[in-house]
């Protein structure tokens, strides 16, 4: 047998197919580049696509199916916290491999997936490093109401007292429990809030008085109206940057660009990297959109973004280990990316860690009128930290 | 000559009753008193409030103002404003409406089988078995009404006419105290509209009874105390012939009276 | 006959998957979906039988399922990420002892008291207020639209103490055994296969009795019901709460077998999709739920796999195609073709079949 | 009476799900006549004038109308082609007001429907007086009248009537008499009534049928309407 | 200073900002500070956007300003000009920006436009610069309008609030007190902090004067917040009725549960997409002709959604009416069906619409901002209150529409046409539907699910107003949005949606009908 199954596990359906779809387009693109390469160990990859159908219940039995029926040595997929959370007890319990590439909340390292996301030191934290030697003074902190924001809000909180950042300049509101400890920091919406003239009203009052930004950890499509809001309440990116962890480039091929420009955003990649490896990734993806024949894919004015990078890069990590531990044996493809391996990808070098998370360059950048960013500032290696609230507490 | 007025107990008074909707007085200061096991008739112009009379003791809407009371055999007066239909039902007051209302969805027989009076809670309905009595009672009733060979159709695919029956069937099987009877004989034959005519006077002396109707062959059949409405109000009340014979009446209600007075 | 059919369904299935003729995934799967079809029977209890349709069906089988879980969650212990005895999302919303409200559930008994307490009091509250208002029809309808849709973005909510969007994930234990193993999805399997006999069995004895005859009375002239001296409230009150229970049941056994609980569980889509087996296996039949629940789900899995671009539009078709040409459902068609044969000496029988309005024709 | 009929049922045929209810009824309503269809509960007579608004599909048969068979017409162009119908129950619509109810013909009749408007006041006041109460609060009668109203107002030249004296007050049957018999003098309106109340129906019509079990038993002028054909086929 | 840059024109000196880095940027900058041009604002802005392009290298290169697509003008002699080959996009950085904004924002001050004065005032006042407190000083007598005069004056004061003698930040805090500055409010609750705990030399007077003006302030802007949240009222309310009157119709007037309702709310919003791109496509973005795609996007939706409706019903729903409930499960499948024909022709990803210049912006009023665009929806959202009104109420059609709906077959026998009246009522109420996604392509997303948002609170809508009663919907949209946002500030907008949810439950209890019941005397109703 000449082939390996491979699983893509995102939803092409339901609210989050808005996301995902096009982390399918881009891992059909990479097995395509992998197998015209002669495959891994090889062998071909054979793509078993399922979809999620943003129904986190439906994503587990996809997994379990994936793993169970189909066999598949390894599996590229989900996006929303919650459903990586769905599928751990199954990759666990079948003790198969997970590739997750979609920056997240952290606290959580699941012997059976690799985590090619971001982790919250290689996005919020930098964008507030950043921010803050940019001479910012304000932060109002706004976000979708649950489990990430609230996360990467609480560290960023923490993080600014940490730097200095008097209580009051932190705007969007806090909640204290009982014991008047912060249990809660920014403004939440609920998902698909469509509505944000109050939020956008109080953002204006709080960035009044100069040097203040906003922080963004709104999620999916509820930007849309958020950034016209803004935007149409007459405030711009000079008066008040709004930095957002959710928008890449491909968000933006849904938002009106001219909202948006100045605004910042922070990745692990951009599409407007200079370097030749990324141009020649971005060339070989738009070459492949127009010849592929999988129904639904959109061939125009596609853009590649971080997330889909980190896709793109885990399959390459994933066939590094392989042959490195010459098996596909899961067990032992994640002991070879715990024994670090590394690829030279379009965002540049990434070299997984024991945490099972990457070492990679972080950038920082600003929306242009085209809809890509300008690169403004880049960290180079950082490694990725899952767990880190609590860790800036001084007290 | 029948017996206009029999001096026996109340079971359904009602005083200075008044109902409005949206300005208009569709009873208006209505006195009623209804004695037990009498036969009662109300006749009276369209519109003239006896549908919504039989609706407020019913407990379809409420009184403005007035009171309406139930007299108990044991001596108790109940305000029957301040029940829910179903109770009102439960102390023995039914009724049958001016257009037939039955289950359509259920056959003749379960139709009949629901209204039988007996303990209307959920658990007894959960934990209630047919007992031969029951089915007896559903016998007879259906007997009555002549809808024997058709006990097992859906009551939704009956004949106007023969729904009517069956509703009035249902009124039986509950054995109420009180039977408001709106337009039984709408839509019956002659003949059949003497026969219900027969049936409600079979019932007289047992069950109190007040019938609504326009057909003036069949109010003179049945007719023992009449009481006209009109605009709300009571017009007229006495024997069959004393209320023909008013001219108001005549004028609002009877017209030229050719076919009654033919008869 | 279809009870038999059922029961031997569920005997055959587990001697099979033992045999290894059918894998513990497969097991678990169907699991599942014997779980649907008791959320769908609970409904059809209401929709079909009492003419009470409830879009927020899926509200009750998620709270079931929360109540379930949160035992669940406790049995977990010390093993993942924090390693303290509280559950994780509690450590990582920096909660420092275990709610008042969570303490009991370390008690299965008091858990699987909570399944059926939980939905039925919500039930009972709610019931009361909107059936003692008589509110009807479709103002019923998008009331428990909006109870559900209310209820979702609460437990969205990280303070609702219930953990938010992620839920309940990575369960370890139940009632002490290895939520993994083999036997544990197969015993889940068969507990929900009792659980749908047993409700099934039930339904159809309700059904039977008066009571069941005064629901559909209900269904058909529920102020004629209350004429005959029946409180339809109560009737109405006790069959949404006894719809709830079994939802909360069928919610209790499928969050172990789905592996996770969540607020998705209960938007108002999820409602919608309950009412969608109903009507697809045939409202007001006994057993048109469960097919209705079962083939779904099963075309819903089969096509997410196999046409993943286009088993909305595959699903969605079916949907059209049995409104249009199996207007009672796929159990109506059975009992049309039932009735066809047995009428077929009385010569053509006309186009009933197709309820289509003559005006339209 | 010599003229050709206004309308023939001819071996109509008619059934709800499996039982045929109408087995072959053969009607002829001459014009300007008043033609009555008597019958027990159940027999079909209702079935009968809902074949002919094709409110029902027949199974066999036809029905022709003013010489042109009505097959393969729906409801709206029977109406349009001069078919007015009141039905038992009286299906007023509940939330438009008399006056609405009453426009629903005008709108689709026009001037002549509008010419008839005082007519119909004249013979029910009360939809003078109740113009803008809603049609589902009326009394049964009010909705009677109404029901009847609207339906003249369609300038029929073919008038049905479903039972049109149930729930009605005396004196108003009488009035309902008298436009019956004034309209057949002073138009060319032809009228099929379904009637339980004999001496109504007796003083109307010109013709009588009798149905039975879905057939049409007897039939001829109302002089010979004997109380032995009532006897048999009326009573129980 | 450089004697030779100050010979330069400003276009060359900008030119030379553009090129050059370090050293000589810096000079160039310092010498168009002094200018006041114009054209200094438009090539910053242009530069922020990314409008300015170079072409060729070396000594030859030019600097492009990009007019429209495809059309620029030569910086130096701003003339029109085809560029002979590509020109290559120059970016302003950041820092840079924000100085040079600093200049334009300085420039502004003596800018013709008004509006542009206001806002340089405003956000110079701000900055509490000492730099720019003797030229705002100065400029102030020197505005004839009052408003103008009045933000220039509040500039000042604010500025006075930090830079000012003791004297002066006293008056200062007096003055903004009885103009009751909202900018000034924090400024001058950390001048009262800073006094209070300087605890060497407390400023009682200041202190006093600081809390008066403070109260004054609030006061002030209580009133403001309610105004504000009666217009934000008004516009959510807007919205909800936009997205719920052509369910009011096709569900409240024809009984259709119309599931797919949201999916022709998406069409609506997809073809203002379309029209948009076709738009783009023959003006281009820039073009005066692009902002007038939105007119033409208005009557395009409501056409393609009411053509999506009248097939609809003319191949689904009219089977379905005498079994409303099925026309749930039916719509149901459509919507599903129509969600994935999104996803297959336009793409899963959200599509981007963009406003036209003259729904963007809002306008100052008394303290409340209206933005355009929301006010523009209040008002067409009353123009479709009307016009729905108008065509049921009072047109044989709405008649028909009427009588038809609450009894089908009756309406036949008396000859209304009932199956064209069916098409044409429910194409009307797809119509509407598509009319809302294209409003709302303006204020949110338009994409395959987008109608999904909206279809719980449509029905809610409908529900609460009354099944059937247009009037009631309208009604009941605007009390759902004043209600929504009088939560919101308080709650914070989860809680506040949650609160408004068990609103409405407690509501319908005490109207089971919602606010207009159509009351019926029939037994089963
Ligand atoms: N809910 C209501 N709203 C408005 N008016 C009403 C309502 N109910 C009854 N009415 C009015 O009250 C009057 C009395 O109606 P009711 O039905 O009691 O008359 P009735 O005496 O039964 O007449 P009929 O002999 O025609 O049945 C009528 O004019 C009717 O229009
Ligand atoms: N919708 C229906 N479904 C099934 N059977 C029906 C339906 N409507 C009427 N029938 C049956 O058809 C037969 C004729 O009914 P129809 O209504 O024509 O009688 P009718 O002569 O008008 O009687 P009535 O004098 O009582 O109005 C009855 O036996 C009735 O049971
Ligand atoms: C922020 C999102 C794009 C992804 C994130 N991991 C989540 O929880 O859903
Ligand atoms: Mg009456
Ligand atoms: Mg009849």
């Known amino acids: ?395 | 000559m029948a017996v206009l007025y029999r001096d026996t107990d109340l079971t359904l008074s009602a005083e200075g009753v008044s109902k409005s909707f949206d300005g208009f007085k569709a009873i208006n200061d209505l006195n009623f008193y209804l004695g037990d096991g009498e036969l009662r008739t109300v006749i009276g112009p369209n519109g003239a409030g006896k549908s919504t009379f039989m609706d407020l003791i019913t407990g379809r809407t409420t009184p403005d103002v007035g009171s309406l009371t139930f007299h108990q055999p044991d001596g108790h007066d109940v305000d029957l404003c301040k029940l829910r239909e179903y109770q009102i039902n439960r102390l023995g007051i039914a009724r049958k409406f001016q257009t037939p209302s039955v289950y359509t969805q259920h056959t003749v027989r379960d139709n009949i089988l629901l209204s039988l009076n007996r303990d209307r809670g959920v658990l007894r309905a959960l934990f209630y078995s047919e007992t031969q009595q029951d089915r007896d009672e559903i016998d007879e009733v259906l007997e009555i009404i002549r809808l024997g060979d058709r006990r097992d159709e859906l009551a939704g695919s009956l004949s106007h006419g023969q729904k009517q029956w069956l509703e009035i069937g249902m009124l039986l099987a509950q054995k109420p105290r009180v039977l408001l009877v709106d337009e039984p004989a709408a839509g019956m034959s002659d003949e059949e509209t003497e026969r219900t005519g027969e049936l409600l006077l079979s019932l007289e002396g047992k069950h109190s009874v007040v019938v609504v109707e326009h057909d003036m062959e069949f109010v003179r059949q049945i007719a023992r105390k009449v009481t006209v409405l009109h605009q709300g109000h009571v017009l007229k009340e006495g024997s069959f012939d004393e209320v023909a014979g008013d001219p108001t009446v005549k004028e609002v209600y009877l017209g030229r009276q050719k076919h009654t007075d033919a008869a | 006959m279809t009870f038999f059919l059922l029961a031997a369904f569920v005997i055959i299935f587990p001697i099979l998957s033992q045999m290894g003729m059918i894998s513990s995934f497969q097991v678990g799967v169907w699991g599942k979906y014997l779980c649907y079809a008791v959320l769908a029977m609970s409904l059809n209890i209401l929709w079909g039988y009492t003419g009470l349709l409830c879009l927020g069906q899926c509200l009750f089988f998620a709270l079931g399922g929360y109540a379930f879980g949160m035992y669940l969650m406790l049995m977990i212990g010390e093993d993942p990420v924090y390693k303290t005895a509280l559950p994780d999302f509690m450590d990582f919303q920096g909660y420092k002892e275990l709610p008042w409200h969570w303490k009991p559930f370390y008690n299965p008994f008091f858990a699987v008291f909570a399944v059926v307490a939980v939905p039925g009091v919500v039930a009972f509250i709610f019931g009361a207020l909107a059936f003692r208002s008589r509110i009807k029809g479709v103002y019923f309808s998008i009331l428990t639209q909006a109870l559900t849709y209310a209820a979702t973005l609460l437990f969205f909510r990280n303070e609702f103490t219930f953990g938010g969007n992620n839920g309940f994930t990575d369960f370890k234990f139940i009632f002490g055994a290895d939520i993994r193993e083999e036997s544990t999805t197969l015993a889940l399997f068969v507990a929900s296969g009792i659980l749908l006999l047993v409700v099934y069995w039930g339904l159809a004895w309700l059904l039977k009795t008066k009571f069941g005859k005064v629901q559909r009375a209900i269904r058909d002239s529920e102020n004629r019901v209350r004429f005959s001296g029946y409180s339809s409230t109560h009737y109405k009150v006790f069959i949404f709460v006894l719809s709830a229970i079994i939802a909360g049941l069928a919610g209790a056994l499928y969050v172990p077998q789905a592996g996770i609980i969540n607020p998705e569980e209960m938007k108002p889509s999820k409602g919608l999709d309950i009412v969608v087996w109903v009507a697809v296996g045939g409202r007001g039949t006994k057993f048109g739920p469960v097919i209705g629940a079962i083939l779904i789900s099963l075309l819903k899995s089969w096509s997410t796999r196999a046409f993943p671009e286009y088993w909305l539009i595959i699903l969605g078709l079916v949907f059209v195609f049995v409104v249009l040409f199996m207007p009672d459902g796929i159990v109506g068609l059975f009992e049309k073709a039932k009735a066809y044969l047995r009428a077929r000496k009385g010569g053509e029988s006309d186009s009933g079949s197709s309820n289509i309005p003559v005006e339209a024709k | 009476m010599m003229t050709e009929p206004q309308l023939t049922l001819e071996g109509v045929q008619v059934s709800y799900d499996e039982s045929l209810i109408l087995r072959g009824v053969d009607i002829s309503a001459p014009k300007n006549s008043v033609v009555s269809l008597l019958g027990r509960n159940g027999v079909g007579k209702t079935t009968a004038l809902k074949s002919i608004m094709g409110i029902v599909p027949l199974t066999a048969g036809e029905i022709t109308f003013e010489g042109n068979s009505l097959t393969g017409k729906n409801t709206e162009k029977r109406s349009r082609s001069g078919i007015g119908y009141v039905p038992q129950g009286r299906d007023i619509f509940p939330n438009l007001s008399v006056w609405e109810n009453l426009k629903v013909s005008i709108s689709v009749h026009g001037q002549a429907a509008r010419d008839r408007l005082d007519e119909v006041y004249e013979l029910f006041p009360v939809l003078a007086e109740m113009k803008e109460r809603k049609g589902g609060v009326l009394s049964g009668g009010q909705q009677q009248q109404l029901a009847i109203g609207r339906a003249l107002l369609t300038n029929p030249s073919l008038l049905i009537l479903d039972e049109p004296t149930e729930g009605i007050q005396p004196s108003i049957i009488d009035q309902i008499e008298d436009a019956i018999l004034h309209l057949k003098k002073t138009s060319e309106m032809t009228i099929l009534l379904v009637e339980q109340y004999l001496d109504f129906a007796k003083s109307v019509s010109d013709h009588f049928y009798i149905m039975e079990r879905g057939s049409v038993v007897e039939r001829g002028e109302i002089a010979l309407l004997s109380d032995e054909l009532v006897a048999q086929y009326l009573s129980v | 200073m450089d004697q030779r840059l100050s010979k330069l024109s400003t276009r060359a000196l900008l030119i030379q900002v553009i090129l050059s880095t370090g050293e000589s940027q810096t000079a160039a900058i310092d010498v168009i500070r002094e200018r006041g041009e114009p054209i200094i604002s438009e090539v910053v802005e242009a530069w922020r956007i990314g409008r300015i392009s170079t072409l060729g290298e070396g000594e030859e290169v030019q600097v492009l300003i990009q007019v429209s697509e495809g059309q620029y003008e030569d910086l130096l002699t701003g003339s029109a000009l085809t560029p002979s080959g590509e020109p290559k996009i120059n970016r302003a950085t950041r820092s840079l920006r924000k100085v040079l904004k600093r200049i334009v924002d300085l420039l502004d001050l003596k800018s013709p436009d008004m509006s542009k004065r206001i806002a340089a005032a405003e956000k110079l006042g701000l900055s509490q610069n000492e730099e720019y407190l003797p030229e705002l000083r100065e400029l102030v007598p020197k505005q004839s309008d009052k408003k103008v005069k009045a933000a220039f004056q509040e500039a000042v004061w604010i500025s006075e609030l930090k830079n000012g003698r003791i004297d002066e930040k006293i008056s200062a805090v007096t003055s903004l007190g009885e103009v009751k500055s909202y900018p000034a409010r924090d400024f001058i609750e950390a001048l009262l902090k800073e006094s209070r705990e300087a605890k060497v030399e407390r400023l009682d007077e200041l202190e006093a004067v600081a809390e008066i003006a403070l109260k004054k302030i609030d006061d002030h802007q209580k009133l403001v917040e309610v105004a504000s949240t009666l217009v934000r009222g008004l516009s959510t309310g807007s919205v909800l009725l936009l997205v719920s009157y052509g369910l009011a119709i096709t569900f409240g007037q024809m009984g259709v549960i119309n599931m797919a309702h949201g999916e022709f709310i998406a069409i609506g919003g997809y073809t203002t997409y379309v029209v948009q791109n076709f738009f783009v496509g023959v003006f281009g973005v820039e073009s005066a002709g692009f902002g007038w795609y939105f007119i033409a996007a208005l009557p395009a939706a409501f056409v393609v959604s009411a053509l999506c409706g009248a097939i609809l019903e003319k191949g689904l729903i009219q089977f379905l009416y005498k079994r409303p409930l099925e026309s749930l499960l039916a719509t149901w499948g459509v919507s599903m069906v129509l969600q994935q024909v999104f996803r297959l022709w336009f793409g899963a990803a959200n599509v981007a619409v963009a406003s036209p210049e003259w729904l963007s912006g809002s306008y100052e009023l008394a303290g409340i901002s209206l933005s355009y665009n929301r006010i523009s929806l209040i008002v067409f959202a009353l123009i479709v209150v009307l016009v729905t009104w108008l065509l049921l109420a009072k047109t044989n059609w709405g008649l028909h529409v009427r009588a038809t709906m609450q009894n089908r077959q009756m309406s036949s026998c008396l000859g209304v046409p009932s199956s064209r009246v069916n098409m044409l009522t429910f194409a009307f109420g797809s119509g509407l539907a598509g009319l809302a996604g294209a409003f709302l392509s303006q204020i949110g997303n338009v994409g395959p699910s987008m109608g999904q948002t909206y279809i719980v609170d449509s029905f809610m809508v409908v529900v609460v107003g009354g099944v059937g009663n247009l009037l009631g919907a309208a009604l009941s949209s605007m009390g759902i949005g004043m209600l929504d946002q009088g939560l919101q500030p308080v709650l914070g907008p989860v809680m506040g949606k949650i609160t408004v949810l068990f609103g409405i439950i407690l509501f319908l209890q005490f109207k089971p009908g919602g606010l207009f019941a159509a009351r019926s005397r029939s037994l089963d109703d």
Not at chain 1, 95 to 101: A, C, D, I
Not at chain 1, 187 to 200: A, K, L, R
Not at chain 1, 249 to 273: I, Q
Request: proline share 4%; hydrophobic share 40%.
């Open chain 1, 1 to 395: 047998e000449d082939t390996v199954k491979v699983g893509v596990l995102h939803s092409l359906s339901g609210t989050m197919a808005i996301s995902e779809t096009s982390l399918r387009d881009i891992l059909l693109f990479t097995f395509d580049e992998i197998n015209a390469a002669g495959g891994v160990m090889g062998k071909k990859i054979e793509p078993v696509v399922v979809d999620g159908a943003s129904d986190w219940p439906l994503f587990a039995e996809k997994a379990e199916q994936l793993l169970a029926q189909d066999k598949t040595a390894v599996t590229f997929g989900c996006w929303t916290s919650v459903s990586r959370k769905s599928v751990l007890p199954v990759y666990e319990k079948y003790n198969g491999l997970l590739f997750y590439p979609v920056q997240y909340e952290g606290e959580e390292m699941s012997p059976n997936i690799f985590y090619t996301a971001e982790a919250v030191n290689q996005q919020a934290i930098p964008a507030v490093d950043f921010l803050l030697e940019d001479g910012y003074k304000k932060f109002y902190l706004i976000g979708t109401d649950y489990v990430y924001p609230q996360t990467t809000n609480l560290v960023l909180f923490e993080y600014l007292l940490s730097k200095g950042i008097p209580v009051e300049n932190i705007g969007g509101g806090l909640r204290k429990d009982a014991d008047g400890e912060v249990i809660s920091a920014g403004n939440y919406t609920p998902f698909g809030h469509s509505d944000f003239q109050q939020i956008v009203a109080d953002i204006k009052k709080f960035s009044a008085s100069g040097d203040a930004c906003v922080i963004n950890t709104i999620n999916g499509d509820a930007n849309v109206p958020f950034f016209k809001e803004f935007a149409a309440s007459g405030l711009t990116s000079e008066d008040c940057p709004v930095v957002s962890f959710s928008l890449s480039e491909d968000e933006f091929r849904s938002l009106p660009a001219k909202d948006l420009v100045g605004h910042l955003g922070c990745w692990t990649y951009f599409m407007s990297n200079e370097s030749e490896a990324n141009k020649k990734f971005i060339a070989d993806f738009q070459a492949w959109l127009q010849k592929t024949e999988v129904p639904g894919i959109v061939k125009e004015n596609r853009v590649t973004c971080s997330p889909m990078v980190l896709s793109y890069n885990g399959v390459y990590l994933w066939k590094a280990a392989v042959e490195k531990a010459k098996s596909f044996e899961p067990e032992k493809v994640m002991a070879a990316l715990k024994s670090g391996v590394s690829f030279d990808g379009p965002g540049g070098t990434v070299t997984s860690q024991s945490n099972h998370h990457l070492t990679k360059n972080v950038y920082i950048g600003e929306t242009l009128e085209n809809g890509q960013f300008s690169v403004i500032k880049s960290f180079d290696n950082v490694v990725g930290e899952p767990f880190l609230k609590g860790t800036f507490m001084k007290k």
